[in-house]
C-alpha cells in the first residue's frame, strides 16, 4: 500500500499536534543538566513490593474511589523535579493518559501510565506499560491504592508537582528507575490530533469491536491496514471490555498506536518539515499540554529518536504472569504485583542486557569519539582575511582533543560567542563541544537538522575564541 503524505503545514493549523509532538518526545521518544545516573543500575531495587500485601492495616490504608480514608494523614513528598536535560545523558519519561471527561473533576486519576527511556550513545530504547490497577504503596502518607489514583491525590492535595509530581514518585518507588520528565495528555487532544494529521496509517492483525468516546455507536477495527481516524485510533487504544486480557492487551494496542505514530510523523519524508514548523506549533499545543519538558528538550528528543531503529526499541507490557487479579479490603478489583517478575521485565529493558547499556556516563573524550562525529570549523571571528588562519589553528587543536574534524572555512556571517550548529543527533559531541569551547548559553547551540549535510557539527568560532582559547 503506498505510504500516506501529510501537509505538515496545514497541521500547523490545528492546536493539538503538540500532542503528537509529546508521544513522540516520550518514545525518543532541550539543555541544561540533571545529574548522571551513575551506577544506579547495580544498585536498583524495586522498592516497597515486598510489602505490597493486600492488608487493611494503620500502615497500608486503601485508597477507595481516588480519595484516602479521613485518617490518613497526608505528608507532602519532597518535590525532587529534574533540570533540564542535557543533552547526552540516559533520559526516562512518564507518559500519562487523562480521560477527557475526567478533566472535568478537579482531581481525575490517570488512565494511561507508559515509561520511555532512551539512551543517546547506544542509540537504544525501551518501552513499558504499568497496568491502572496495580496495587502499589503511594508515598506521602497515603499508604496502599491502586497506581492511577496517584495523580488524583496530588492534585486534591496540591502537592508539589501535583498530580504529573506524585504519579512520578509512585512509579519510582514501584519500578526503581529515576524519572527525569512527565508528559500529560488528554484524550480528546490526542483525537483531535489524529485528524489534523489526515488519519493515522496502521496495521493490525486481529478485528476487535470497539466503543468510540461519544454518540458514535460500537463498531469494528478491521484487521489490516489502512488509514484510520482519531475517534477509531483512540477507541483502538482504550478498548478493554472486548479483549481477551483486558488491560493487559490494552496496554499493547496503546504500545501498536505510539509506534505507528512513531513511524508516520518521524519518516524522513515527514520530519524535516515537522522541525520546521515545531517552535509554532509547541507555542499553541503549550496551552492544553502538561508537561515539565522544555520545547529544547523535546525538539532534541524528536531529533535522536529518529536516529533510533525500531529494532531497537524495547517494549515490554506488566502482565498476569507478574501479576494476580485480587480484591482489596475496600471490595476494588486490584491486580497485585509479583516482584521477582517484575523485575525480570524491568532489568531486560532498563539493564546493561537491555536499553541501559551502556550508560551515559564515562570519559566525555571517549563518549565523543564513539560518535565520531564529522565536524566543521568554521570562522566567523574578525573579517574574512583572518578566516583561514583561526580555523586551521582550531582544526589542529581541536584534532589533538580526538576530535574528527573533516573541514575549515568562513561562517555564514560573524559571531560575538562561538555558536555550535547541530546538523544530527550527536549528543554527546556536542556537549564535549560546548565545554571545550566553555559555552555558557542555550543562545550558543542551534539545531538545524540535516541528516544529509556533509558534517553532523558546526563550530562556528567567534570573538570570544579568538581572543580567549587554550590553543598553544
Known sequence: MTEKKFDFQKILKKLPLGMIITWLVALGLAFGAFSFLRNFVASMEMLNLPGLAVVDSPEATPVADGAPQPEVVVEAPESNLPESWDGASRVTILFLGLDARDLEIDAPRSDTMILFTIDPLSKTAGMLSVPRDMWVDIPGGFGYGKINTAYALGEQYKLPGGGPGLAVQTVERFIGVPIQYYAQVDFRAFEEAIDAMGGLYMC?????????????????????????????????????????????????????????????????????????????????????????????????????????????????????????????????????????????????????SGALSPQAVGDPVALMQAEASRVNVLNGAYGIAEATELAARSQVYFSSQGMNVVGIGSADTSYDQTTVVLRNADLYTLRYILDLVQANSNHQVKFRFDPAAGSDVDIMLGNDWALNNPMP
Do not use: W
Open 204 to 352: 493490525v492483525d486481529t478485528k476487535i469491536r470497539v466503543d468510540p468516546i461519544g454518540p458514535k455507536p460500537k463498531q469494528a477495527f478491521e484487521k489490516g491496514c489502512a488509514v484510520r481516524p482519531g475517534y477509531m485510533v483512540l477507541a483502538y487504544a482504550r478498548e478493554r471490555k472486548h479483549l481477551e486480557n483486558g488491560d493487559v492487551d490494552r496496554a499493547k494496542h496503546q504500545q501498536e498506536v505510539i509506534m505507528a505514530l512513531r513511524d508516520q510523523v518521524l519518516s524522513p519524508e515527514n520530519f524535516p518539515n515537522m522541525v520546521k514548523i515545531a517552535p509554532d506549533v509547541y507555542q499553541e499545543a503549550s496551552k492544553g499540554l502538561r508537561t515539565n519538558m522544555s520545547f529544547e528538550d523535546a525538539l532534541k528528543l524528536a531529533t535522536l529518536a529518529t536516529q533510533i531503529d525500531v529494532s531497537q526499541i524495547k517494549r515490554g507490557v506488566i502482565d498476569y504472569k507478574m501479576s494476580v487479579i485480587e480484591t482489596s479490603p475496600d471490595g476494588l478489583s486490584i491486580v497485585k504485583p509479583i516482584p521477582d517478575q517484575i523485575r525480570v521485565l524491568r532489568d531486560d529493558i532498563f539493564t546493561a
